[in-house]
């Protein structure tokens, strides 16, 4: 079950957190990854631990807000058969604070570079007789979460975005879908606690883990596994979903 062989699948934000564990998973299961990332040094990593685990991988340097750039990749490519928008960033703020600066900023790679990949890739999946796609999206797209107004926006946006995509080319044999992660366990979580929190790393790690009903954070590859199921062909029958792993954050929480 959830073989991916003869399949090509693009992701990006692949050179950290949940896109690389969501590249390697992949990968492990047969599909061919591009990896690609504005970080081409942690693209290269990604794809040379998939390669020693003998998958095959390609690691591609790429903003995302460059929306000819990833056009003229997804061309070179050639054939897509799955593609994971997992490329973003996060902000702290409220809607009184967020300089226009941030505020564009966070549009820009997380509205404007699914967007761009969408754009990009629709066509050649439509070449390829279709496929499958996932959006991360989160949870903040769902409940007010305090001091998260920029990210919640751009958050938003995904979710609509894979609604729109999901009607618009249901005819095309392309499925798309969105995931909503509650807290992750990632690099970024760990920057974020000792950048503001310094000297209080656990203590501070310990409170946003029990944020979660669950009672801990979750980890990238839990995430990578429900992406692995929503590109596969059991999932053929989904489209148009969101899924929210967020150990009962937004159900237990209410």
């Known amino acids: 079950m959830f073989l991916l062989n ?3 699948a693009v992701v990006t934000g692949g050179g950290s957190g949940i896109g690389k564990e969501v590249c390697v998973v992949l990968a492990q299961q047969g599909a061919t990854v ?3 990332d504005v970080n081409l040094e942690q693209a290269n990593a990604t794809a040379e631990q998939i390669e020693k685990n003998k998958g095959q991988a390609k690691a591609v340097a790429i903003d995302v807000t460059n929306q000819a750039a990833m056009k003229k990749v997804y061309e070179e490519i050639g054939s897509i058969h799955i593609m994971v928008n997992c490329a973003g960033i996060s902000h702290i703020g409220h809607a009184t604070n967020t300089s226009e600066k941030d505020f564009e900023k966070i549009f820009q790679v997380n509205v404007k570079g699914v967007y761009n990949s969408l754009y990009a890739g629709i066509p050649v999946m439509q070449k390829s007789g279709g496929g499958a796609i996932v959006n991360i999206s989160s949870i903040a797209a769902k ?3 305090s001091d998260r107004f920029a990210y919640s ?3 938003g946006a995904v979710h609509a975005m894979t609604l729109s995509v999901a009607k618009d080319y249901i005819k095309d044999g ?3 879908n969105s995931i909503s992660p509650g ?3 990632t690099p970024f979580v760990d920057g974020f606690l000792k950048k503001n929190y310094p000297g209080q790393e656990a203590e501070m790690f310990e409170k946003l883990s029990k944020t979660q009903p669950i009672g801990r954070m979750g980890n990238p590859t839990e995430i990578a596994q429900q992406v692995l199921y929503l590109c596969s062909d059991e999932a053929g029958f989904i489209t148009g979903s969101d899924y929210a792993i967020d150990g009962g954050f937004i159900t237990l929480n209410s």
Do not use: A, E, F, Q
Request: include cysteine.
């Open 34 to 36: 591009y990896v690609l």
């Open 153 to 155: 926006m751009s958050k």
């Open 183 to 185: 807290r992750v366990h």
């Open 143 to 145: 409940v007010g979460l």
């Open 174 to 176: 392309i499925r798309c």
């Open 6 to 8: 003869n399949k090509t």
